[in-house]
């Protein structure tokens, strides 16, 4: 039982972590500083992507099944077993990265906007 839910809560937590990376930075349009932990987390998501980093989530997502005696993750991971093929068609794979980074750098973008805007704002008053 303990193993079932050290796979299930690995699963939730990486599913938290791929929302995080994709719309996280919307958080520092309220909370500023909220950009680095996002700055980590997507520099880190770009190093999965990228160079092929492995998650440990996945490791502990796998091994938690395994010792369950439920099946592991397939060697692709967890976006190739959860969501290609599943939430999005295999074929936009590409799009769906590019969607993601697009996300990312307008969110970015925005908090740089608000940013300035906050300190043009205070050296008028």
Not at 13 to 39: D, K, T
Not at 53 to 73: F, I, K, M, S, Y
Not at 74 to 103: C, D, R
């Amino acid at each position: 039982m303990v193993y079932r839910v050290i796979g299930e809560g690995a699963m939730v937590l990486h599913l938290a972590f791929l929302v995080y990376v994709a719309l996280g930075g919307l958080l520092a349009w309220r909370w500023p500083r909220a950009i680095w932990p996002h700055l980590a987390c997507a520099l880190y998501g770009l190093g999965i992507t990228v160079i092929g980093w492995t998650c440990p989530l996945t490791h502990v997502e796998d091994w938690g099944r395994r010792n369950a005696g439920q099946a592991g993750l397939p060697p692709e991971g967890f976006i190739a077993h959860y969501l290609t093929g599943v939430v999005y068609p295999a074929e936009h794979l590409i799009t769906i990265q590019l969607l993601v980074a697009l996300s990312v750098a307008l969110s970015w973008a925005g908090t740089l906007y608000l940013y300035r805007q906050r300190k043009r704002a205070e050296n008028t008053a």
